[in-house]
T-cell receptor, first 113, second 110 residues
């Protein structure tokens, strides 16, 4: 069963804590993306990666970090520097970066305690 | 940079009626325009897309039209059903990055 999986579905963060959101795909896609969605708004790009060991900042990268050590995996860390982390986080992938359809995972909702 | 405006923000129709959602984009270099449907608490799902060399594309009850000169594209849903109720997002792609509209919350009343 091919697709994109994200875990956990819900995540709670305490003040000053770093948390990591998981994203895995078995579609053999080269490109992967992380988006943030706030209530009633569109999606905003946090980071993206065209290929293993390479990633680029999106429009709202401050307070976030990523890694791309394997083609299948693109974890996102929300650091303590992100002062307003409560949001719905979506991971996506596409065959290549340029002009290709992006497919989304089910999302992770992050809440601050 | 690219900017995508989407209207209306909310749309309520009676079951069986048609629904139309419109988007405008600013960058004439954009060449790919997908539409996504997002149900509550889930990730967006691609429902239809169109490339800049095509003016219209249809898939059963869903169609998308593109006017490159005016830089706008529209989603048309005919014979709406209650399960069409969701938030719909348009997007324009440039250099591999998707720029999303603000979303339209469609409510289909039985």
């Amino acid at each position: 069963d091919g697709g994109i999986t994200q875990s956990p579905k819900y995540l709670f963060r305490k003040e000053g804590q770093n948390v990591t959101l998981s994203c895995e795909q078995n579609l053999n896609h080269d490109a992967m993306y992380w988006y943030r969605q706030d209530p009633g708004q569109g999606l905003r790009l946090i980071y993206y990666s065209q290929i293993v060991n390479d990633f680029q900042k999106g429009d709202i990268a401050e307070g976030y970090s990523v890694s791309r050590e394997k083609k299948e995996s693109f974890p996102l860390t929300v650091t303590s520097a992100q002062k307003n982390p409560t949001a719905f986080y979506l991971c996506a992938s596409s065959i290549r970066l340029l002009g290709e359809t992006q497919y989304f995972g089910p999302g992770t909702r992050l809440l601050v305690l | 940079g690219e900017n995508v405006e989407q209207h209306p923000s909310t749309l309520s129709v009676q079951e069986g009626d048609s629904a139309v959602i419109k988007c405008t984009y600013s960058d004439s270099a954009s060449n790919y325009f997908p539409w996504y449907k997002q149900e509550l608490g889930k990730g967006p799902q691609l429902i239809i897309d169109i490339r800049s060399n095509v003016g219209e594309k249809k898939d059963q009850r869903i169609a998308v039209t593109l006017n490159k000169t005016a830089k706008h594209f529209s989603l048309h849903i005919t014979e709406t059903q209650p399960e069409d109720s969701a938030v719909y997002f348009c997007a324009a792609i440039k250099r591999g990055k998707l720029i999303f509209g603000q979303g339209t919350e469609l409510s289909v009343k039985p």
